[in-house]
């Protein structure tokens, strides 16, 4: 069973690694179309909220997103009631480049799923998302200082 997550590390990696190509010419690298897509679908987000989406830890999350803000993809704004609250927001050049984002994203589902039946794509999807619930806990407790037991 370890060639499970072994899979699905290959399958994220080799992704992540095509939209970096990809996404390159837009001055989006390492990751950061995560970020950006996540910001304009949630305008107004804290970084702490966008990392724990992502599941990176704050510090990869505050570079990532000063790049975004230093190429002009998003901009911080102070919160009207907490000062020390910085909220994120795209940009019209981070607005303007994320339906591409999407396009790649649908291209690259439709490419993952081919040859699958409606009801396996539904069945793996529920299936991950379980995977998914599981694995968090442990990032939770990690995450927190803790060490897990093997």
């Known amino acids: 069973m ?39 679908e949630n305008p107004g987000i804290i970084q702490e909220k966008l990392a724990e989406m992502i599941k990176v830890d704050r510090t990869t999350a505050a570079r990532s997103i000063q790049k975004l803000e230093k190429n ?12 020390k609250i910085k909220k994120l927001y795209p940009t019209e050049k981070g607005e303007a480049v994320y339906p591409l984002i999407i396009r790649e994203h649908e291209h690259s589902t439709r490419v993952a ?9 539904e ?14 806990k442990d990032w939770e407790f990690v995450k927190k200082g803790n060490k897990r037991e093997y």
Not at 72 to 83: M, P, S, T, Y
Not at 113 to 121: H, I, K, R, T, Y
Not at 125 to 134: D, P, V, W
Request: hydrophobic residues 40%; charged residues 30%.
């Open 2 to 40: 370890m060639e499970i997550l072994r899979e699905i590390g290959m399958i994220a990696r080799a992704l992540d690694s095509i939209s970096n190509i990809e996404f390159k010419e837009y001055d989006l690298t390492k990751g950061q179309y995560l970020y950006l897509v996540r910001i304009c």
């Open 72 to 83: 002009g993809f998003i901009l911080r704004k102070d919160d009207a009631d907490n000062k």
């Open 113 to 121: 799923l081919c040859g699958l039946s409606e009801s396996e794509a």
């Open 123 to 136: 069945t793996a999807l529920a299936l991950l998302q379980r995977i998914r619930r599981n694995i968090e």
